[in-house]
Structure formats: C-alpha cells, structure tokens
C-alpha cells in the first residue's frame, strides 16, 4: 500500500518560517503531479502549492512570494517552505498526490494525514 507521510509543522510566531515534508512510501508506484492544500477551522479546504512531475509550480495568491512548493522525485517527496508566516496561514496542512499503484493503469489521489500549523505570538 502506498501512504503519504507529513511532518514539519508546529508553532511559530509572525513572521518566522516553517519547512512542511511529505514523503511517498510504498513499493510499486508512480506519482504524478503533488501539492499541499490547507483548512482553517470553519472554512473550506484550499489549495495552497501544486507541482508537477517536470517542476511547473502553482502558489496561491495568498502565498506568493512567501511560500515556495519544490519536490525530488527521487526521494518521492514534496516540500513546502514557508516564510514570513502570517496568522491567517494557520490551518491543518495536507499533502496531496496523484499516485498511480503498480496494479492499476488508474491514477488516484492520495493524501496525508495532515499537518498543523499555527502561526502566533
């Protein structure tokens, strides 16, 4: 079975950074493009980075110039580096991944089990 794993978030105050990691375990798959959306309580889930397999990004327009999506395919990992943290940037952050598994000619999508980050003073 393939999992996505999360980690790297936590409390930070305004303005300092954090460095979220998600990692693909598993034998037998292929991934395609990957990204990390974001929920705030009592809002709806938003994608925050998208990155595909040969590098093309997507930030929201929230994030840009702060945050910066990048991945290494052969590691089977994607990270997100954020900067100059805000306190509306806190949410529960998700790793999401368009993984095709060694038995199926169907891509899915996968996701992890969701990071928290709370950004405040």
């Known amino acids: 079975q393939v999992q996505l794993v999360e980690s790297g978030g936590g409390l930070v105050q305004p303005g300092g950074s954090l460095r979220l990691s998600c990692a693909a375990s598993?034998?037998?798959?292929?991934?395609?493009?990957m990204g990390w959306y974001r929920q705030a309580p009592g809002k709806q889930r938003e994608l925050v980075a998208g990155?595909?397999?040969?590098?093309?990004?997507h930030l929201a327009n929230s994030v840009k110039g702060r945050f910066t999506v990048s991945r290494d395919n052969a590691k089977n990992s994607v990270y997100l580096q954020m900067n100059s943290l805000k306190p509306e940037d806190t949410a529960v952050y998700y790793c999401?991944?368009?993984?095709?598994?060694?038995?199926?000619?169907?891509?899915?999508?996968?996701w992890g089990q969701g990071t928290q980050v709370t950004v405040s003073s």
């Open positions: 598993g034998t037998d798959f292929s991934i395609n493009r």
């Open positions: 999401n991944a368009e993984i095709r598994p060694g038995w199926s000619t169907a891509w899915y999508e996968y």
């Open positions: 990155i595909s397999v040969g590098g093309n990004t």
